[in-house]
């Protein structure tokens, strides 16, 4: 594809974070990082609860265990990330340009008068869904005067605040998407850059890649694929990590590829909503739209 048909994003948005409950996840999200989440709001049309979060993670739970959305959390296997959402400018040229890619688009969830969404099928992208986000330019201020009428039923407290001990963040630095061969690590990359301006820095071994879109690129060793890890900026890793070890979190060693090119820690799928969480050492700091 031409490069002049390719989209401009400044990188990942946010991603959306399924769990079983939701009070579990802010409770380690506002125990490990100096943030805040939204006051959990029903979305009736999925019968499910969410929470954005100030950096980056738009985690939602089911509202009932037969609704909408837990039957949507089963048929994709459970907890994890299922969406990850960059911001475009122009999000019908951008919708137009990867749907001309032959990637299947599946719906237009939004936010009327806030946002606009676009989503593509998770069929196309090796298990993770792809999604385009474009803000109305006075969304902040709706957002805001949204989050203060909620704020004004639990006391006058717009968000669930940070706990105390809880270390700074500049955001998601990136996620890790795992697909089962080489040969899909090639196709996927072509695939990308057919979506979006970008570059990639491909591992000597060709097992692994790094992206300009902060995404990257694992191939697993058991044929699985979907997002399996997610990274944060921390500016003080050693903070972070006596942090996130206070709170329960078990280390776990990081694969080559990234501790050949990051100072990181490594924590245990097992307790953080069936995902590696990586903490990376960098003053990177990502926009906080959504608050």
Not at 251 to 260: D, F, K, N, Q, T
Request: proline fraction near 4%; charged fraction near 30%.
């Amino acid at each position: 594809m031409a490069k002049r048909d390719r989209v401009e994003t400044n990188g990942i948005d946010h991603v959306h974070l399924n769990v079983d409950r939701l009070d579990e996840a802010i409770a380690l999200f506002t125990r490990l990082f100096d943030c805040k989440h939204n006051r959990p709001l029903y979305i009736e049309s999925i019968d499910g609860i969410n929470s954005m979060n100030s950096f980056g993670l738009d985690v939602i739970a089911p509202a009932s265990e037969e609704g909408l959305y837990a039957k949507m959390m089963r048929r994709m296997g459970g907890e994890g990330i299922s969406a990850v959402s960059f911001y475009v400018d122009d999000l019908d040229d951008a919708t137009r340009k990867i749907e001309a890619t032959g990637i299947r688009k599946i719906s237009e969830i939004g936010y009327p008068g806030i946002e606009r969404q676009t989503q593509f099928h998770a069929g196309d992208c090796y298990g993770m869904s792809l999604e385009l986000v474009y803000l109305y330019p006075d969304a902040l201020e709706k957002m805001r005067a949204l989050q203060a009428e909620q704020g004004r039923e639990h006391g006058g407290e717009a968000y669930i605040e940070a706990q105390p001990g809880a270390v700074a963040t500049g955001g998601v630095h990136h996620v890790r998407l795992r697909v089962p061969s080489p040969e899909d690590l090639t196709a996927a990359i072509e695939k990308f850059e057919s979506w979006f301006e970008c570059s990639w820095e491909r591992a000597a071994d060709g097992r692994s890649a790094t992206s300009t879109l902060d995404v990257h690129l694992l191939v697993s060793d058991d044929g699985r694929q979907g997002v399996d890890a997610f990274g944060m900026a921390v500016p003080d890793l050693e903070a972070a990590t006596r942090r996130a070890e206070a709170v329960g979190m078990t280390p776990i060693e990081a694969p080559s590829y990234l501790r050949e090119r990051e100072r990181v820690a490594c924590y245990a799928p097992s307790d953080c909503f069936g995902l590696s969480l990586v903490l990376v050492e960098s003053d990177r700091k990502r926009p906080h739209r959504h608050h």
